[in-house]
């Protein structure tokens, strides 16, 4: 198995305990340096107080007020970011919305949106993930984007009116390939926690500059008898200022921390997506010689700088409190022969590249064509780590698919047909119950373009469903919440109706579920709850012995758990009877093994494709299923494809 993929995932994971142990430390220091203000405070006013008779004091305890305004410090940096990261529960929609975005319909006929919007949808095939909403931030013209989520099913994708219009197809490639790293890498979760530990932290510098400036206009309309008070608010908001200062320090430190190297990395892995270092480091050079470069205007744009592509905010003269690498050595990286100079800005090209290739995939199911087994087996090598190869060939499967339903899928009304039409079984006798079902639960309009659409689906090659699928979540997203209960009913049933749902429709339908629902339902972020598949044998077992059914005979299953088994050693796998390996039992069992850590899922993805392998027959169904039960263990695979080389530098950890 490759480890590149499920390091830089442990290593995500890593740097969040890194981050809570940095917030501790600067809690500790923030705290303190309350309470020795406040200490020294009653200290003065103890030994001032016979200069104060006027304003009728008593003595204080030298350690009551000191104590209780650092807790009361504390409580407010726990409750600062515990109450941003609740705002931030939204995932990426908010934190676009934020700073000022606003979602790209799907459907949009404006050529610079529809621009965006191809690129994302072909990188988002290419990487095997569900196709991300995508926001644009209308006011800045500066050359700019990010990701945010807290996983690829609340991921979106945004980028700046300056970044649509002035990149070409190339240098926006460069630019989404390098957001599509960070999804990938599993550096979101991370950002956006950071967001919400940076406020607690930095909230009571905050205050002490609202208090500063209400000092400044009482002591303006106040009168001489109030004045104490005035100058008490003044002294109590300047002290907080300063010790905000630790706060912004800390934060700003940390920010530093977490985001330099992976920004290179980010742009290294650009250039293996796209294979075009020129693209991405055209973007930066665009950087350079734009007149805003990448600044963004947005008041909140500042507690965001370290999720941006290029550098959103200033950040000091020294350049130690950085985000991002300075821009001429991310560019060297890049393009080692650059001569230093920033071109001048000439606008975008409008030229779009064109995928190489003569495979069609329209006009044939395709379920049938054969794979090479050693591709399929080394499939887990691939997991995360998407090539030129598979963006040309996403490319290639969207320009290929028939036109009216690549209308169909960006349309919230079709990409509802679109996904009912994938579910409909080809046989007339249970189709025809399928859609007295659908009629039941949706409205005439929507069953009448499910079944103008259906003929046209089941003709496409067995490869576009899964695309199809992840197509169509940005559409269904834009529903409303009752037309998400709608819909939701309707699917349901429509899965209900066909007692006889295949293992690879029930896919479909699962990844479906999965990404859709955290936009219209509170979901729980998926958590690590193991470290190990050892005690998780018997839902491994589940796993690997319903893959085995679909191999044929008893026997030819039980040697796909034999095999499958072969990859997990310390694993005590066994060949469950047909009675114990239902659909419902394999969801339970998908639910548990989503938990384990990164590493061990990519060794249940190498098991199950040994299991697949088990007959040295793989086709085109067997892979988009093993595609599918990736995704399902968030280990998004990229398609694969016929011919492919295989890395035979396979270093297995087991």
């Known amino acids: 198995m490759s480890t590149e993929f499920f390091e830089r995932q442990s290593k995500a994971r890593r740097s969040t305990k890194w981050l809570v142990a940095m917030f501790f430390l600067a809690v500790v220091g923030i705290v303190g340096m309350v309470f020795l203000a406040s200490a020294t405070a009653v200290g003065f006013y103890n030994e001032n107080r016979s200069n104060l008779q006027a304003f009728h004091v008593k003595p204080v305890a030298p350690w009551t007020i000191p104590l209780g305004v650092s807790a009361a410090a504390l409580v407010l940096i726990a409750g600062g970011s515990w109450y941003k990261v609740s705002m931030l529960s939204g995932g990426g929609t908010t934190v ?209 700088s370290h999720m941006y592509f290029g550098q959103g905010v200033w950040e000091g003269f020294s350049g ?80 290929e698919l028939p036109a009216t339903i690549v209308e169909a899928v960006h349309d919230p009304y079709g990409s509802r047909a679109v996904i009912f039409a994938l579910l409909l079984d080809r046989e007339e006798d249970v189709r025809a119950i399928q859609m007295k079902a659908l009629a039941v639960n949706t409205s005439r309009d929507i069953v009448e373009l499910t079944a103008k659409l259906a003929p046209t689906i089941h003709r496409l090659d067995t490869r576009t469903r899964l695309p199809l699928v992840d197509m169509s979540l940005p559409a269904l997203r834009s529903m409303t919440r009752p037309q998400y209960v709608e819909f939701s009913k309707a699917f349901q049933e429509l899965v209900r109706a066909d007692n006889r749902l295949g293992l690879f429709e029930w896919t479909l339908h699962r990844i479906l579920l999965r990404h859709l629902r955290p936009q219209f339902e509170k979901i729980a972020t998926p958590r690590i709850s193991y470290y190990g598949l050892q005690r998780l044998a018997e839902p491994c077992s589940v796993l690997l012995s319903t893959l085995g059914y679909t191999s044929g005979t008893n026997a030819q299953a039980s040697q796909a758990v034999a095999d499958a088994a072969s990859q997990l050693p310390d694993v005590a796998i066994k060949f469950l009877p047909v009675e114990r390996c239902g659909l419902a039992k394999l969801e339970t069992a998908l639910d548990r093994l989503s938990q384990v850590s990164a590493k061990h899922r990519g060794r249940l993805v190498e098991a199950c494709a040994a299991a697949i392998c088990a007959d040295e027959k793989v086709n085109i169904r067997e892979v988009e299923l093993l595609r599918g039960i990736s995704d399902m263990l968030d280990c998004p695979m990229p398609p694969l494809l016929p011919g492919q080389q295989v890395n035979r530098t396979k270093n297995r950890e087991k």
């Not at 905050?206 to 000092?215: D, K, N, S, V, Y």
């Not at 000439?346 to 064509?369: C, I």
């Open 96 to 304: 676009a919305e934020s700073v000022g975005g606003r979602r790209i319909v799907p459907n949009t006929t404006n050529p610079v949106e529809r621009k965006v919007l191809n690129v994302v949808e072909e990188m988002a095939i290419a990487s095997g993930m569900p196709v991300p909403p995508v926001f644009m931030l209308p006011e800045e013209s500066a050359i700019n984007a990010f990701a945010a989520g807290y996983s690829s099913s609340d991921a979106v994708v945004a980028v700046t009116r300056g970044t649509a219009e002035q990149l070409s197809r190339d240098e926006l490639q460069g630019v989404i390939a390098h957001e599509f790293s960070h999804i990938l890498n599993g550096d979101m979760r991370l950002n956006i926690r950071l967001i919400g530990v940076l406020h607690g932290i930095l909230l009571l510098g905050l205050i002490g500059q609202m208090l500063f400036r209400g000092a400044a206009y009482s002591g303006r309309s106040s009168s001489k008898e109030g004045g104490g008070g005035v100058i008490a608010l003044f002294a109590i908001g300047l002290a907080l200022v300063l010790i905000g200062l630790i706060g912004t320090l800390f934060g700003n430190l940390i920010k530093a921390a977490v985001s330099r190297q992976r920004e290179y990395l980010a742009d290294s892995s650009a250039v293996q997506f796209t294979r075009n270092p020129l693209g991405i480091a055209g973007a930066l050079k665009r950087i350079g010689a734009a007149a805003l470069g990448s600044r963004l205007q947005h008041p909140n744009a500042a507690e965001m």
């Open 320 to 399: 130690m409190m950085a985000t991002h690498p300075p821009l001429q050595k991310r560019i060297l990286r890049l393009d080692p022969e650059w001569n230093g100079k920033f071109p001048k800005s000439t606008g975008a090209a409008a030229g779009m590249s064109q995928a190489s290739g003569a495979v069609g995939f329209a006009g044939a199911t395709g379920a049938d064509e054969q794979l090479s087994v050693e591709v399929v087996e080394n499939a887990a090598d691939q997991v995360g780590a998407p090539t030129e190869d598979h963006r040309l060939y996403a490319t290639r499967l969207v320009r």
